[in-house]
């Protein structure tokens, strides 16, 4: 089927207006991408400054713990030996870390909300 001069004009038209309707749709579209990976990129520097935050804050507390310990448990008879702070155990591929660690001769006591 042959189509007629006077078809040709329209479609013709009709296929710029696509190319030109493609074109704003694909700089939209690249536009998004650029804000949402700057969404991404500002969503990694929260997560990291407030990871620094909430390490920031632990160290505060166990900074105040941790002093108060020996005399707290020596109220109920046990006699602190020595505490750490940060000790680590690796078991099956997974850490454990305890944020104060008090030992006396005979138990183990653990800062119980600190446990992660």
């Known amino acids: ?9 329209i479609i013709e038209k009709a296929i710029r207006k696509l190319v030109e ?26 997560n990291k400054r407030l990871a620094k935050l909430t390490d920031s804050w632990g160290q505060f507390v166990e900074g105040i713990v941790e002093p108060s310990i ?12 020595g505490t750490h702070q940060r000790a680590k155990r690796h078991k099956n591929g ?4 305890i944020e104060i660690l008090a030992v006396s001769e005979k138990e183990k006591v653990l ?4 446990i992660g």
């Not at 997974?94 to 870390?97: D, P, S, T, Y």
């Not at 800062?111 to 600190?114: C, L, R, V």
């Open 111 to 114: 800062y119980p909300g600190a």
């Open 94 to 97: 997974e850490e454990l870390e």
């Open 1 to 9: 089927m042959k189509k007629n001069n006077s078809e040709m004009p």
């Open 21 to 46: 309707s493609q074109k704003k749709t694909d700089e939209m579209q690249e536009k998004r991408d650029e804000e949402f990976n700057k969404l991404l990129k500002n969503q990694e520097n929260t």
């Open 70 to 81: 020996p005399k707290l448990f020596e109220e109920y008879g046990i006699k602190i030996a």
